[in-house]
């Protein structure tokens, strides 16, 4: 069974920083593209960031390019997001997704962790 | 970018009643195109990827069409539990990047 386990959420000052971490299991994680989403309260679903399995190559949504960095750790199955210069717009729940890939193909994300609630406070 | 809208942005609906969620988005995206059910405190879940294959476990009352553009999400006979909101996302195959729709409401009339 595929399980995702988020850490590391909680109440932040603005201009602060967090580091969220997600251990995987049930899969063979360094196969995989890994990502954060995030929700923020009465909002929708919002795509921050994908790392490559293998290689590591990242890539960022606009909104949290050169704010938040992506990053894993294939050998103890963990994913990290690290979060700085935290403002109130970044108060979210923050969800680790594995994507959905097989045969070179992509068809979107197929497991979620259950979320980290991360509050900013101003 | 790509960018996708949702239609309507509230839906209601009785139990037994048929529904129909739209999105589009806007450039062709072939079948990139998955949908999501959202309920509050929980993850989001898989219902429809690829435009019209049924992930596992998710029962046949939801169906999935389109291509290109234009997508549908088709709930046959609504039960109690599919009352939540419903987010279309498209994802590119390389760069694995993707973008969500501002989501449907699905409420109980």
């Known amino acids: 069974e595929i399980q995702l386990l988020e850490s590391g959420g909680g109440l932040v000052q603005s201009g602060g920083s967090l580091r969220l971490s997600c251990a995987a299991s049930g899969f063979t994680f360094s196969n995989y593209v890994m990502s954060w989403v995030r929700q923020a309260p009465g909002k929708g679903l919002e795509w921050l960031s994908s790392i490559a399995g293998s290689s590591g190559a990242t890539f960022y949504a606009a909104s949290v390019r050169g704010q938040f960095t992506i990053s894993r750790d294939n050998s103890n199955n963990n994913l990290f997001l690290q979060m700085n210069s935290l403002r109130a717009e970044d108060t979210a729940v923050y969800y680790c997704a594995k994507e959905d890939r097989r045969g070179g193909h992509t068809s979107g994300i197929d497991s979620w962790g259950q979320g980290t609630l991360v509050t900013v406070s101003s | 970018e790509i960018i996708l809208t949702q239609s309507p942005a509230t839906l209601s609906g009785s139990p037994g009643e048929r529904a129909t969620l739209s999105c589009r988005a806007s450039q062709r995206i072939s079948r990139s195109l998955a949908w999501y059910q959202k309920k509050p405190g929980q993850p989001p879940r898989r219902l429809i990827f690829?435009?019209?294959t049924r992930a596992i476990g998710v029962p046949d009352r939801f169906s999935g069409s389109g291509s290109g553009t234009d997508f549908t999400l088709t709930i046959s006979s609504l039960e109690s539990e599919d009352f939540a909101v419903y987010y279309c996302q498209y994802y590119d195959n390389w760069p694995p990047t993707y973008s969500f729709g501002p989501g449907t409401q699905l409420e109980i009339k």
């Open positions: 690829d435009a019209s």
